[in-house]
């Protein structure tokens, strides 16, 4: 008999989701709707959720740049639409219960709209910077280089090294650029990447340098031509941007480090941990996913490349990963670009995460700052998200055919941004002297609106177009990635990944 | 001759009406795309060789030409707004298309789509005035707003 009973009480327990549902589904009409049990489950998986509270062996550092709520909305419609859904129910590989997330405020100390640089910093340093700095204290000015002296800031990497752990660094744009430069760089301008003042380093030579100093172990990108002097022989020379007569390529190796500049090099490297690799594959950035040639690899091989070598080291490692031309694309009002790199960066995510453990990996995934992109509407579910915008079907689920038309009697895309190349205004010359911008809207056609090279409606004129101070996201598996809710500031990452990774107990909280 | 203007204005009239929008075109000029002429390796297409000495239309955007009161400019797939020579930093894309007019530009602002339309030739020539190498170009070319 008590047996019985505590059979019955063990299997009451076990079907409480069973009772909730039979509950509800006496009392609530809607109770056998698709969406209700949807969210019934999903109650049942953040009741599920346990707070991993180990200490993170690794930690991966994922920015695709550029890539605020607004652009990330429109990967996620992208991606799902090339999987045969309408789109808006898509979820991308770090948008599952198993991620924690937050929103993060991307301001720099002196700037409301922020730029890469100070971005990349505030994550690798633990404080927030300015303008187009990097890993200065706030006392460091821009394009001072005798500003740098003193204020020269600690990066997550050198602490990571102290802590015995490999540290990587992946980009598709060049190498040297802002966000890969906040990895192992510290300088008073984010464009002294080839060249700097009297008294102050290149950001190319920086990473070799922290490469012979044991930091940085391996470096996947663009930017080649940071790299090398006119008349540099090496092979996978590429055209250099150099003035100093110096080949930081042959400096490396010279110290023991692997040269790869394709697929092929790439695949051929020595992988065992032993040699620091230095992987420059393009000239300047690293081709867009659409554009790029298979001799080139993309966001993914490097990801894979990066994982497998820094895996080789049994205290763990800190890996950066960049897409870096989400930004690139935004900047030019196309975006198709922005969106197929940015569904490139989500396969290097899930990659990432098969490659790694969720018991000993924190996996952060993140942007630096989102863009002057915008949304019209009212279109329909499961509008093209590159497409013009269709009208809602008031019977059906799918859009209606009837693209809508704004009041100059012309339909729209449904992507917009609020400036930039696609502006419709133009410039004439007035008869005071000087231009005077005006214009009306082009006419678009679903055809046009999708190709691959189309530049989205504008309205302020500006060649290239701006990022905004809009919030990004942040979302995080892995050990102590609850630390991340709520609304944050950006700098607070390096927090959470110091905390997880140096200051967390080794034997996990249950051991403290 | 006649009968050859009565078809050109017999296309522009049926292009008119199914694209409703007119689109520069000649009876015997394709109006191809920039990336038609050229592979994701950046080798030549099918189509870039098979049209090499031929006169053709390509859709681009004028990039801001080098020097002044020249016949010469820079095609783009995409509007570029950066003097590459201006900016140290900015580097021109693979796939461009060198432009030697038949005229002295009259220069359209960067993100202004254009047909230009000239003899496509292929293979390496650096220009003797601005040192520039381009690899595809169009001579005799004239352009208009797409």
């Known amino acids: 008999m008590k047996t019985a009973m505590i059979a019955a009480v063990s299997t009451a327990l076990l079907t409480t989701t069973a009772y909730a549902q039979d509950a509800a589904s006496s009392s609530v009409r809607q109770a056998e709707s698709s969406w209700y049990k949807d969210g019934q489950a999903r109650i049942q998986e953040m009741l599920a959720r346990q707070p991993n509270t180990n200490r993170a062996k690794n930690v991966i550092l994922f920015v695709a740049d550029g890539n605020g709520v607004g652009t990330n909305f429109a990967i996620r419609l992208f991606a799902g639409q090339n999987q045969g859904e309408m789109g808006e129910e898509h979820v991308l590989p770090y948008e599952t219960p198993d991620f924690h997330s937050a929103l993060v405020k991307t301001y720099n100390i002196n700037a409301q709209t922020p730029d890469s640089a100070p971005t990349a910093g505030a994550m690798n340093s633990g404080v927030k910077q300015r303008f187009n700095t990097i890993n200065l204290s706030e006392e460091g000015r821009h394009d001072n280089c005798a500003s740098e002296e003193g204020n020269r800031l600690t990066t997550f990497a050198e602490l990571a090294t102290e802590a015995g752990k490999s540290v990587g660094v992946v980009s598709t744009a060049r190498i040297t650029h802002a966000t890969p430069a906040g990895v192992y760089a510290k300088t008073a301008n984010r464009d002294w990447e080839a060249e700097a003042p009297e008294g102050c380093t290149d950001i190319a030579t920086q990473l070799v340098d922290q490469m012979k100093a044991g930091v940085v172990d391996i470096a996947l990108g663009g930017g080649g031509g940071m790299f090398f002097s006119e008349g540099a022989n090496t092979e996978g020379a590429y055209k250099a941007k150099r003035t100093d007569g110096k080949n930081l390529v042959e400096n490396a190796t010279d110290a023991g480090a692997q040269y790869v500049y394709d697929a092929t090099t790439l695949s051929g490297a020595d992988m065992s941990g032993e040699k620091p690799v230095l992987g420059l594959f393009k000239d300047s950035h690293m081709s867009y996913e659409v554009d790029r040639p298979e001799s080139e690899p993309s966001l993914t091989d490097m990801t894979k490349a990066a994982i497998d070598y820094l895996k080789t080291n049994d205290q763990g490692f800190y890996l950066e990963i960049e897409a870096g031309r989400v930004d690139h694309a935004n900047h030019d009002g196309n975006a198709y670009r922005t969106l197929s790199d940015g569904e490139e960066f989500a396969r290097a995510i899930a990659l990432a995460d098969e490659l790694t453990d969720d018991e000993d990996t924190l996996l952060i995934v993140t942007a630096d700052h989102e863009h002057a992109i915008a949304f019209n509407g009212y279109c329909g579910r499961g509008n093209p998200i590159l497409g013009i915008c269709y009208d809602v079907d008031a019977e059906g689920v799918k859009h209606s055919d009837t693209p809508l038309l704004a009041d100059d009697g012309k339909p729209y895309t449904v992507i917009g941004y609020l400036n930039g190349a696609g502006s419709i205004l133009t410039p004439k010359e007035s008869a005071e002297g000087g231009e005077v911008f005006s214009g009306s809207r082009p006419d678009v056609t679903e055809d046009e609106a999708t190709d691959v090279d189309y530049i989205q409606q504008a309205l302020i004129p500006m060649s290239s177009e701006t990022h905004s101070g809009e919030d990004v996201a942040v979302y995080a598996k892995g050990p102590w990635a609850h630390l991340f809710d709520g609304t944050i500031e950006q700098n607070y990452i390096f927090h959470v990944m110091h905390y997880a990774a140096m200051d967390a107990s080794a034997e996990g909280a249950s051991g403290q | ?146």
Do not use: H
């Open chain 2, 1 to 146: 001759m006649t009968t050859n203007r009565r078809q050109v204005l017999a296309f522009g009239a049926a292009s008119f009406l199914i694209a409703a929008r007119p689109m520069p075109v000649f009876a015997e000029t394709e109006i191809i795309k920039l990336r038609d002429l050229y592979e994701k390796d950046q080798s030549f297409t099918k189509l870039a060789k098979r049209l090499e000495g031929q006169r053709v239309g390509v859709e681009g955007y004028m990039a801001p030409p080098l020097k002044a009161e020249s016949n010469f400019f820079v095609l783009t797939r995409r509007p570029m707004a950066v003097c590459p020579f201006c900016e140290s930093e900015a580097d021109w894309p693979d796939d461009i298309l060198a432009v030697y007019a038949k005229r002295v530009v009259d220069v359209v602002r960067y993100n202004v789509k254009l047909v230009t339309t000239g003899r496509l030739e292929l293979g390496a020539f650096t220009d003797p005035e601005t040192g520039f190498v381009s690899r595809v170009r169009l001579a005799d070319a004239t352009f208009e707003r797409a």
